[in-house]
């Protein structure tokens, strides 16, 4: 798929370094691009007519639809959609100390943002994808969701995170299948542990010996991941390593 000229979705555009990255390169390449982010995120202005923010929370099927007709009035179509959203706490399932519970709050909040909330923007914005005339190569439409290693590598405290982030991923491979008669492709990016998932301190050592002591959590990397997977005529129903061997 070419992305000058097409129109894509950025989940957690306003708040999360990697959503941002995204949504600046996709710019960047020609394409228009619909920025969605919780109300109380903070937006970066990229000076550009192409872009547009919306702040709305995805496991709202009101305000998913407000965004679908705003897409409809102001593009008339889109092409992919690209969620970079990532609520993330630390909590024990039990504290011993304390004698306290996880807060089953906290858990349904990450899941209701993390998985929750991608599942419903997808089931509502696929009518518009497969609206698309299919290219010969490209196909209708493209959806990547953002996962990272602590789905299957976890902390310490990350319970939440990792079951939402796991869910991502089996989300988009049941996803790929369904979607592949209608010729729309779908897959993961998992990102390496980020600073703020308690990363063990040998772990700095080990990043510095791997990948010529590039940095894998690079925001730019991952926008750079987003265009060769959007380009690409093949990659479906996978999930990319971008982690550095950690």
Known sequence: MLLKGSVFVVTGGASDEFGKATVKKLLEEGASVVICDLPTRDLQIYGDDKSIFLPINIASETDVKTLLAVIQDKFGKLHGIINCIDAYETCQ????????????????????????????????????????????????????????????????????????????????????????????????????????????????????????????DDPKRFAELVKMVIESTTLNGTTIQLDGLL
Request: net charge positive.
């Open 93 to 216: 399932i039990f504290d011993a100390k304390e004698n306290q519970p996880h807060d089953l709050k906290l858990f349904t909040d990450i899941i209701d943002e993390n998985v929750i909330g991608i599942f419903n923007l997808l089931r509502l914005a696929l009518p518009l994808l497969a609206q698309n005339t299919p290219k010969i190569k490209s196909g209708r439409g493209i959806i990547i969701n953002m996962t990272n290693t602590a789905a299957v590598e976890c902390s310490l405290r990350t319970c939440a995170y990792a079951a939402s982030k796991a869910a991502v991923i089996g989300m988009t491979e049941a996803l790929a299948q369904e979607l592949d008669g209608l010729r729309i492709r779908c897959v993961c990016i998992s990102t390496a542990p980020p600073n703020k998932v308690n990363v063990k301190p040998v772990n700095g050592h080990i990043r510095n010996s791997l990948n010529h002591g590039r940095s894998m």
